[in-house]
């Protein structure tokens, strides 16, 4: 076993590898206009001397591409078998139609809305699942914007643990359905994000359901480094110049920068990548964070059609903050407005229909060309997380409106020489 446990980000300790030790005891919590900052929050901690001599390059090319292809830097035990749906193994394709457009040289896009679920929190509900399973919980719950829950839903069916997943009743509908076809117990709740976190964190309290909350649950981040060492795999073990990500919590934006530097620390790669955060400009805590210097919720936030970025407070927001700050990174806001144009961009150039949540990263790039942050000879990557298909909504407002015509060649020849 290559786990040591888990170890707080802010003091150092090491605690046992047990849900209990998500958050470390002994810096404890503060409240910032209503919502828990966790000032100790933990990660699990790897022996990766031990590691390192067991794992090579040349290893993980020999197995099936998905995420499960990197399982000893998950903290899974090797004879354990494991529920999955082949998460991960998505694309890094070049979006050359849009580097075109946005005059820059190098742009490749992680498709994350691959995915068995689409959306890459398949590789968090992998952990969040598994170890749900090894610590002998019945059931396992989460608060969601949507991607989380329909995700953990489909892992806990396959699984065959009871699910509870409690979503803003905003979310979109694609998001919900899925939630129900899986056999999920399905809430809706008047609320925001971070309100529905704070009542579910007391709710869940001595119940034998694992708190799987994106922002809370520790696991989640690990499967989030797969992201990191999937692009380094599909680069060749280069690294690109940065990774442009789409942020809520900041959990895998984190969880990217983890396994970019274990990739480092084993000897994989030989250089790091900066790393990028972009959110919406109505509400972007780590965006606001990262530009003030100060690691504090918002008082309030306004409304995005980015569901699974809008809110107060990212739970991971000092992790997201470090690496930024370690990585020599920066953050950046979209508005709506940019988020449609990118969607656009992605769907007519680039043949990909991602959600609204998922494309400020393409969205911001046109501003950090601008102010100069990024050069345009630099390679980048844009994390797209989530599909357009969970969002028709979102979708709609980007597609226009098919024809209607008669059944006859007339019509049908007429309609092919439409422009
Ligand atoms: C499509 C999509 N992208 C990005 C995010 C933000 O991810 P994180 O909370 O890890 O920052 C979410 C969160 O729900 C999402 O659904
Ligand atoms: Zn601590």
């Not at 399982?71 to 035990?77: K, N, S, V």
């Not at 070049?94 to 946005?102: D, K, S, V």
Request: overall charge neutral.
């Amino acid at each position: 076993m290559f786990v040591e446990g888990f170890r707080c980000v802010n003091c150092g300790e090491l605690f046992p590898l047990n849900p209990e030790f998500f958050v470390c005891p002994k810096c404890g919590v503060k409240r910032v206009y209503g919502v828990t900052v966790f000032k100790g929050i933990t990660e699990v901690a790897y022996d990766y001397a031990t590691i390192g001599s067991v794992v090579g390059r040349d290893l993980f090319s020999k197995r099936v591409f998905n995420a499960l292809r990197y399982r000893e830097l998950l903290g899974f035990e090797a004879d354990v078998n494991l529920i999955t749906l082949c998460e991960g193994g998505t694309p890094l394709v070049r979006g050359g139609r849009i580097a075109e457009h946005l005059k820059i040289k190098h742009l490749l896009l992680k498709n994350e809305a691959q995915n068995p679920t689409g959306s890459f929190k398949d590789r968090e509900s992998l952990m969040a699942v598994n170890m749900a399973l090894k610590f002998g919980f019945k059931g396992v719950s989460c608060v969601s914007s949507g991607n989380a829950a329909s995700s953990l839903a489909a892992y806990a069916a396959r699984a065959g643990l009871d699910c509870y997943v409690f979503m803003p009743s905003k979310a979109s509908k694609g998001k919900v359905l899925q939630c129900l076809v899986y056999g999920a117990k399905t809430s809706l709740v008047d609320g925001i994000y971070e309100e529905i976190f704070e009542a579910h964190l007391e709710a869940i309290k001595g119940l034998n359901v694992l708190n799987a909350t994106p922002g809370y649950n520790r696991f989640r981040v690990e499967g989030d480094k797969t992201i990191a060492y999937e692009i380094c795999e599909q680069l060749d073990w280069r690294v690109p110049d940065w990774v442009i990500d789409n942020v809520g919590n900041g959990t895998h934006l984190y969880g990217m920068w983890k396994g970019f530097k274990e990739l480092y620390q084993l000897g994989f790669i030989n250089k790091l990548p900066k790393m990028i955060a972009t959110g919406p400009v109505s509400g972007a805590p780590i965006v606001h964070c990262f530009k003030s210097g100060l690691i504090s919720p918002l008082k309030s936030c306004g409304e995005s059609i980015a569901e699974g970025l809008i809110g107060v407070w990212g739970y991971d927001a000092p992790l997201a903050i470090k690496a930024l700050r370690e990585s020599n990174g920066y953050a950046e806001y979209v508005s709506d407005d940019d988020i449609l144009e990118a969607m656009k961009m992605l769907a007519k150039f680039e043949g990909i229909f991602a959600e609204p949540s998922a494309v400020a990263s393409i969205a911001a790039i046109p501003k950090l060309l601008e102010s100069g942050i990024i050069d345009r000879k630099d390679e980048v990557v844009c994390l797209v997380t989530g599909s357009g298909l969970k969002d028709p909504e979102g979708g709609s407002r980007i597609a226009g409106n098919p024809l209607h015509i008669q059944l006859n060649v007339e019509s049908i020849r007429g309609a092919l020489q439409s422009k």
